[in-house]
């Protein structure tokens, strides 16, 4: 419902995947909306702490053309003109977008159909292929869509949870305060597989560190074990799968339980009994997360995970399921557009002749893209060597964190037009833009986001838009209207947006697709401002919402079949070696949030991890003469960065770890990014950021 005026606003916090809904307001502790049903009026020290977030003192507040402060009429047609000018000159593929798991649902949309749709180029990539493309390539492969079967919900109704390459205790605190919760009123157990002794790790009742990259061995293990126990569900894999015995061949080739132990350099004991409870237990979740699909082999660790879970048929039912946790607000929302270079729009495929004629259709687009885009690490390799000539880079920092971020540094610093929309003033990568954006933020912009549970939540605004500052659909719009398609983009608002996004969902969708809302393409703008949090799909003539997906057995593939996908377990894509004896490894902190441009205003929230931390063990830090508390240089053969060091246990020897937040706006020679391979997966193209050979030196 409406708020009165000077009441607090029913929104959703803009940190992770979790999407908890918090009352907005000017007040300095954020409260938690307990209306919300993800968090019902919990929230986490981030989220606590929005209101502390909302100064303007560090705000980027007008636009600056060459340095220049300008105003928005010019700053756009300078932007439009380049872009213009370019397209001509070289082709639609001469330019580029690289957006963010930040932008609302609505801006994603725009930003989309103008580059696919109008400017005719797939070059339109989202820092969200660094955070769960893995995952999203592992959903196809496995059930012909990107669907998340699972909701919050079946973490309240588990027996057993798994974490896999998952610290939810920390980026995704609320989500595993209800795995705790679970644990204290039904006695579900949690199970932990991570190198590092997390916090999570120390609240599990089982915690497995098993050695980097070794996941597929693991699952691999699980299956057959399942399979040698008598768990295989032969019904449901008749009915319901294909390539369960080419799986099972895989997974029996990667050997025995003490084989899998010694690949995965976990006692054996610990191995018997994870698998004696996951085959023992029918109501499992395996919560998988950037651990998983950072990886050169993330889409068949996610597709490992999932065999185990087709195989005994527990998907799609209460307390049961193989469920990705997302990193960004965002990214399942961009996920729906199609804000992956490799994806059309609403779920639909590049691949697929019928599926492009349907969105040229619906957009009376002029010149849709007839194949994928440049992903996110090509991307900025093509601006490096000159293909990509003008790029437009919205709410992210990939000078920052982007892997070999000194290249992607050089190739920013030599693009002839870079533009950067941002709230900020400062960013590593603002530092070359030719033009400047000021983008609304949050507590200003409206709009819609979708959490890890395909739940769409409102975000809305409660603060005027300050400066010049403008929502991304809006200066995205305005661009596309001087290229010449102002029909196509005259939007009022968010809302018009809405309806056109969940229109093309529904559009000519004759059961194909999941991913249809077109239950809401009708929706009227009041209706729009009051939108209750629902999970998709929202098919057409409902307004209610779909909890879990994939409970009948049917799943979106030609032949309703859902695959097992036969993996193999493969070493990272660069060892260790005699130079680079140590694996880096990469992550969040408690109370950061990615390149700290928000966490990083709040002195309380710095407090907790003020520095860099380097995390060394014992008997790496003896080996290579680095001290506690003392400064440590980390060397790969892609660059350089510092960390204090900090000795502890719950690190593997041969292996260290360093927070990927800061960036040169706040400590200069600490970007992890700089530091991190560029390796990819080669399904997903999601880069190896949990695995770079370095050195570590006191420096
Ligand atoms: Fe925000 Fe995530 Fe914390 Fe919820 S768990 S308050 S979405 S940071």
Partial sequence: AHAAPGDPVRTTCPYCGTGCGVLGGPAVATPGDTDHPTNFGRVCAKGSALGETLGLENRLLHPAVDGVRTDMARALDRVASRFAETIVEHGPDSVAFYVSGQLLTEDYYVANKLMKGFIGSGNIDTNSRLCMSSSVAGHKRAFGEDLVPCCYE??????????????????????????????????????????????????????????????????????????????????????????????????????????????????????????????????????????????????????????????????????????????????????????????????????????????????????????????????????????????????????????????????????????????????????????????????EKDGTVTNSERRISRQRAFMPLPGEAKPDWWMISEVARRLGHAEAFAYRGPADIFREHAALSAFENTGGRVFDIGGLADIADAGYEALRPVQWPVVSGARHGTPRLLGDGRFPTADGRARLVPVRQQAPANPVSHDQPVMLNTGRVRDQWHTMTRTGEVPRLMSATAEPVLDVSPADAAMFGVTEGGLAEVRSLWGRALGRVRITDQQRTGEVFLPMHWTDAFASRASAGRVCNPACDPVSGQPELKHTPAAIAPF
């Avoid at 595993?176 to 997390?198: E, L, N, S, Y």
């Fill in 154 to 443: 079946d973490l309240d109704e588990a027996d057993l949870i798994v974490l896999v390459g998952s610290n939810a205790a920390w980026c995704h605190p609320i989500l595993f305060r209800r795995m705790v919760d679970a644990r204290a009123r039904r006695g579900t157990r949690i199970i932990c597989v991570d190198p590092r002794r997390t916090a999570s790790a120390a609240d599990a009742d089982l915690f497995l560190g098993l050695k980097p990259g070794t996941d597929v061995a693991l699952f691999n293990g699980l299956l057959a074990f399942l399979a040698r126990d008598g768990k295989v569900d032969e019904g449901f894999v008749a009915a319901s799968t294909a390539g369960f015995s080419e799986a099972l061949d895989a997974a029996w080739k990667d050997g025995d339980v003490a084989s899998v132990a010694a690949i995965c350099d976990v006692a054996l004991d610990d191995i018997e009994a994870f698998y004696r409870a996951f085959a023992d237990t029918e109501r499992v979740v395996t919560v998988y997360s950037q651990g998983v699909n950072q990886s050169s082999r993330g889409t068949d660790k996610v597709n490992a995970i999932i065999n185990c879970h087709l195989a005994t048929g527990r998907i799609g039912r209460a307390g049961m399921g193989p469920f990705s946790f997302t990193g960004q607000p965002n990214a399942m929302g961009g996920r729906e557009v199609g804000g992956l270079a490799n994806q059309l729009a609403a779920h639909m495929a590049f691949e697929n002749p019928d599926d492009r004629d349907r969105v040229r259709r619906f957009w009376n687009a002029p010149r849709l893209a007839t194949g994928k885009g440049l992903n996110a690490v090509e991307m900025f390799e093509a601006v490096g060597a000159g293909r990509i000539k003008a790029l437009w880079v919205m709410g992210t920092n990939p000078a920052a964190s982007m892997p070999d971020a000194n290249r992607v540094r050089a190739a920013l610093r030599a693009c002839p037009f870079l533009v950067v929309s941002d709230c900020v003033p400062d960013t590593d990568t603002l530092r070359h833009a030719h033009v400047a954006l000021p983008a609304a933020a949050w507590g």
